[in-house]
Each structure stands twice: as C-alpha cells, then as structure tokens.
C-alpha cells in the first residue's frame, strides 16, 4: 500500500515539475543560431529512446568539434531529452556538439541498470552517426543532480572490468577530456527525498530502493556498487573534474559536500566552482542559463572545457 502511495506522490511531482520546467522547454523553439537534430537510438517506438543533438548553426562540415555529452537530472523518475535544451544551447553556441538523451525512469518501471544501458546504447549511436563531424577525440561529460550520478556511475563503468560485468555494459573505445558535475547525487543509499525530514526520509528511501534495484535490493551488487562511495574507487582519477556547488542549493548541497572530501582525501583531479549567492538554487545554471549568476557559472564551464581540450589534444 505504501509503495502505490509513494508512486502517486512521485507522478504528482511529476506532473508539477514538469509545468514549472514548460515555460523554459517553450524558451527552447525558434532559436535562430543553433540547430538541433533528433534521432531515435533504439527503433522500439520507445519516446524515451530518442536523443537531440545541438549543434551550431553554419557548421563547418570539414572540421571536426568536440562533443559534451549531457545527462538530465530529476531524481531517476522525471525528465527527458529536451529537459536541458537551453543548457545544451549555450554550451553548442561555444563551438560544440552537443548530445542530450532522454532514458527510461523508475517511474514507469525501469530499473536504474535500464537508464545505464539507455545513456550507452545513445552515446555508441551517436558516435557511430557518420554525417556528424563529431572529434571523437575529444569527448566531455555532462551529469546534473541524478545525471551526475549516472555519469560517473557510467564512467567508472567503463573503466572497470569488475562493474562492466555487474552492469552488463562493455567497456567503449573514447577518450574523456573531462567531466563536468552539477550540483551531483553520487550517494544513492541516502537520496534527500524530503530533505527536512530526515524520518520520512529514511522510509521512503526503502521504497526507492525497491523501484530502482527490486524486491532483493540489498543482496545485488547493483544497489552496492550504485552508491558513490563503492563505485567512486573504480573511476579514473586523471579524469579533470569540474564539481559545481552553490549556497541556495537546498537539495544536493550535503551530496557535493560529501563528494568534495572525497575528491580531496583520494587525489582526484578536480576544480571546484562555487556560488555564494541564495539566486543559486538547484542546478540553476542548467535550468536558467539566462541569469546572470548562471552565465558567470557556465562562462567558467566553457573555460575549463576549452582548457582540457586544448591541453590534451
């Protein structure tokens, strides 16, 4: 009985966040200097298989440009493709391509092992897209609160024999220039559903687990190695980080805290940006890349991009 109502309250907010995001989505049309391709990367019909590419308008078909690929937020069960357009916008008109892809959510019955195998199958379709002049060369990663998550997760994926075989996705063939966190959720075993609750928190986490991971959740290695304090020590430490944290984050605050000291305390190669001013909400500078406290943010994102490509090619 308690998981249905937990279900009835995460498609509420569901249905909440996605009118208070409408108004951003709508900002994303008729935009003049950017084109954005959409392609489905599974062909099952599947809304949720489908990814956009933004590009430059003009592109010069002869050159090659670096990709970011972005990984949307919104707690594993909100969100898709379009989510970030105007983030994916801002970043394309510095001179990249960029890939946002829509997964399946925990709300409609996928596991979190499912989002992984989505946010593969769409990076492995794009990167063998001939007609985009992609330089697979040099390739970024994008992740915001639950996408930061899944992009590390997927990252030390790839570096790991160990957690491939866990997850069932093979290691690819890419170089990653660098990752870029935004306001992250790494530690999965404690979400802040309702963060000011700490004892409904702790019950309704339960019920999450159980979405996410299944019935026997606490004997597979999936819901052990899901959580960043396992799976943060199979990442590739060379990796330049830019972790991205703000004082009027209410939500993940804790989360990037926690991450900081790990990033600290194990040597990984990391930058930290961080936002002192209350404007600065959750993930600010995605959502509402027009602000000025977000332009300065995301100035500073295509300065650390640029560094790393330039220094590593």
């Known amino acids: 009985m308690f998981r249905k109502i937990f279900k009835k309250l995460l498609r509420k907010a569901q249905i909440d966040i996605k009118n208070g995001d409408s108004k951003y989505i709508a900002m994303q049309k008729d935009v003049k ?15 949720y298989h489908r990814l956009n590419i933004y590009l430059p308008k003009n592109i010069d ?54 989002m992984l195998i989505d946010i593969d199958s769409s990076i492995r379709y794009i990167l063998n897209c001939e007609s985009l002049p992609i330089n697979k060369n040099k390739i970024s990663f994008c992740g915001d609160s639950a996408g930061g998550q899944l992009a590390l997760l997927l990252l030390s994926i790839y570096n790991s024999k160990f957690l491939s075989n866990i997850y069932s996705i093979k290691p690819i ?23 000011k609750n700490k004892i409904l928190n702790k019950f309704l986490q339960r019920y999450f687990n159980l979405d996410l991971f299944g019935k026997f959740y606490k004997s597979t290695p999936n819901y052990l190695f899901s959580d960043g304090h396992y799976f943060l020590n199979f990442f590739d430490k060379s990796i330049p980080i830019l972790l991205i944290g703000s004082k009027g984050d209410e939500l993940t605050h804790k989360q990037v805290d926690d991450l900081l000291n790990i990033f600290k305390e194990n040597g990984f190669n990391y930058d930290y ?6 404007e600065a909400n959750h993930v600010y500078n995605v959502t509402r890349p027009f602000l000025d406290v977000s332009k300065k943010c995301n100035a500073f994102i295509i300065e650390f991009l640029n560094k790393n490509f330039n220094e590593q090619s």
């Open 33 to 47: 200097d950017i084109e954005i391709k959409t392609y489905s990367y599974i062909e099952d019909n599947n809304p």
């Open 61 to 114: 078909l002869v050159k090659k440009y670096p990709l970011i690929i972005d990984i949307h937020g919104g707690g594993w069960f909100y969100g898709d493709k379009d989510l970030n357009g105007l983030f994916a916008m801002e970043i394309a008109r510095n001179g990249f391509i960029v890939l946002t892809m829509s997964y399946r959510l925990f709300i409609d019955g996928a596991t979190l092992n499912d």
């Open 173 to 195: 063939d890419i170089k990653v220039n660098s990752l870029i966190l935004n306001h992250p959720a790494p530690f999965i075993h404690n979400i802040p559903i309702t963060p």
């Open 273 to 278: 940006y961080y936002e002192d001013s209350l």
